[in-house]
């Protein structure tokens, strides 16, 4: 009876998964490959080729940063996209935050006319009045 309670036991735990990352260059090697895959993600998701290859080139960097948390043997391909669709999200964000610049809208706020004989003139209004 208590064989069966401890096969049970043992069935019921947890698997331990060591996890092992790739070396340097095996982890270049297979982030090398993706890049045609995401430049065409990058693509789908922003419609703005310079856009993509921007997203693409700051994937690559995070990737590369984050290289001794990816697991080997897991889907390189899938990771990097996940990492792609993320930045996107955030910069789509962030974009709404930010307002277009209009040349002509600053140039009427910024070169605004001078405004020192405005109370002159309204003496001179109140005088007229009076």
């Known amino acids: 009876m208590t064989d ?9 735990a947890p698997e331990v998964v060591e996890h092992v990352s790739l070396s340097d260059a095996e982890f270049k090697t297979q982030l090398a490959q993706v890049i045609p895959h995401l430049r065409a993600f990058g693509r ?53 935050f ?11 706020i910024l070169a605004a006319p001078a405004s020192q004989d405005k109370h002159v003139e309204l003496g001179d209004m109140q005088r007229a009045l009076l």
């Open 4 to 12: 069966a309670i401890d096969q049970e036991e043992d069935e019921a």
């Open 44 to 96: 789908s998701l922003s419609g703005n080729r310079d856009l993509a290859d921007d997203l693409v080139q700051e994937t690559l960097m995070k990737a590369w940063a984050a290289r001794l948390r990816f697991q080997a043997g897991t889907n390189m391909r899938a990771w990097t996209f996940i990492i792609l669709r993320n930045l996107y999200l955030s910069q789509m964000r962030r974009a709404r």
């Open 98 to 108: 930010k307002g277009e610049w209009d040349d002509l809208v600053a140039d009427r």
